[in-house]
Structures are given as C-alpha cells and as structure tokens.
T-cell receptor, first 112, second 112 residues
Framework: GDSVTQMEGPVTLSEEAFLTINCTYTATGYPSLFWYVQYPGEGLQLLLKATKADDKGSNKGFEATYRKETTSFHLEKGSVQVSDSAVYFCALYTSGTYKYIFGTGTRLKVLA | KAGVTQTPRYLIKTRGQQVTLSCSPISGHRSVSWYQQTPGQGLQFLFEYFSETQRNKGNFPGRFSGRQFSNSRSEMNVSTLELGDSALYLC???????????FGPGTRLTVT
C-alpha cells in the first residue's frame, strides 16, 4: 500500500543553519505531495504542496521538489529561525483512495 | 473565513464512558476527516466523510464512529473508552476538488 517515510528526529540546528528533512514515498498512482507543520499546542498547517513530478512547492523560505525518479519530496530551508521550531509532516494524497497518508513527523528544534 | 473549529478543546473522561467530539469545517468545505495523534503512533487516520457519507475508514475498532450532518459539521463518538484512547483528536476539512486539508486545533482527550 501507499506509504510515506521521513527521517526521524529530533533535528537540532543553530539559527541560520541549512535545513533538510528527508521524505520518500511509495504510491501506486500519481500522488500529490505535501508538507505540513505543527506548532506546539496547535493543529497542522499546510506549509507547501506539489501536485505533479518536477513541481517545486515553496512557502516562508521552505522549498520541496517532487522527484518522481527518486520518489522523494525533501524539505529544505536555507536559513532556519528559532520560530521554525515545530514538528514537520510529509504527506501524500492519491486520487481514488480519498485518503491522506502522513509520515511520522520530524521534530525540529532551532537554537538561538 | 473562519477556520476549522473543534469542541471541546479539552476533555477528561473515565474508562468505560463514551465521548462525542464535534468539528465545524470551513464554510463551503464538504469533506471532513478525523485523525488520532499520539506520541507513540503518530498521526493515524480514523475516517473521512463527504456529503454525509463515510467515504473512507482507517483501521480502528468499531468503538470509533462518526457522522456528518447536512451542514457538513461532523461528530465522532468513542464508546467504552479505554486508557489507550487518550490522544489529540484532529479534524480536517477540504474543499471540493482540492487536496489540501485544513486542520482544527484538536480536542485533547484524557481517559483516566
């Protein structure tokens, strides 16, 4: 079945460091891919998305490129801030199943 | 537009009791999904409703049930509560034809 695998955390970085959170997926169809972020005490928020191969999603300095050949959707940010500390979830959605598949989440902690 | 709202935000119940959680989606959204989030299991899909019909269901026992009303508001019910049901229950809504999900802040359920 469809699945999402993302790197285990926690990831601890200093402010202004480069961030990469790896995400790979398995899907039988042509999924849409998403990154969601969850701040403490809140629900998830959509961070960015890509709906087809080679699409790049971007928002708030974060980027991820839909790589069909490597079935990956890695999240990157050039310079993290303390306010980026949160849990990040990679997810996929395949038409026909009407079901989202979420990764286990990666906790990011940014130190000042 | 107002976001997804969930009530109550916090709930404490005793083992064996039942509980009903409520979710009001964003105006115009017809799809509502429910998730259980725990530190050990991560984010697990419970079920999805679209136009008052359950369109998809996760792997949870029959004690977990839901419904959706004609105004798209949704409720989920858990009967015969167990200690392991303690979790954050998240509701998410989606507009028709859009794969993005918009999450509410969640209901924190504690079973003692």
């Amino acid at each position: 079945g469809d699945s999402v695998t993302q790197m285990e955390g926690p990831v601890t970085l200093s402010e202004e460091a480069f961030l990469t959170i790896n995400c790979t997926y398995t899907a039988t169809g042509y999924p849409s891919l998403f990154w969601y972020v969850q701040y403490p005490g809140e629900g998830l928020q959509l961070l960015l998305k890509a709906t087809k191969a080679d699409d790049k999603g971007s928002n708030k300095g974060f980027e991820a490129t839909y790589r069909k050949e490597t079935t990956s959707f890695h999240l990157e940010k050039g310079s993290v801030q303390v306010s980026d500390s949160a849990v990040y979830f990679c997810a996929l959605y395949t038409s026909g199943t009407y079901k989202y598949i979420f990764g286990t989440g990666t906790r990011l902690k940014v130190l000042a | 537009k107002a976001g997804v709202t969930q009530t109550p935000r916090y709930l404490i119940k005793t083992r064996g009791q039942q509980v009903t959680l409520s979710c009001s989606p964003i105006s115009g959204h017809r799809s509502v999904s429910w998730y259980q989030q725990t530190p050990g299991q991560g984010l697990q899909f419970l079920f999805e409703y679209f136009s008052e019909t359950q369109r998809n269901k996760g792997n949870f026992p029959g004690r977990f049930s839901g419904r959706q009303f004609s105004n798209s508001r949704s409720e989920m019910n858990v009967s015969t509560l167990e200690l392991g049901d303690s979790a954050l229950y998240l509701c998410a809504s989606s507009p028709l034809g859009n794969r993005e999900q918009y999450f509410g802040p969640g209901t924190r359920l504690t079973v003692t």
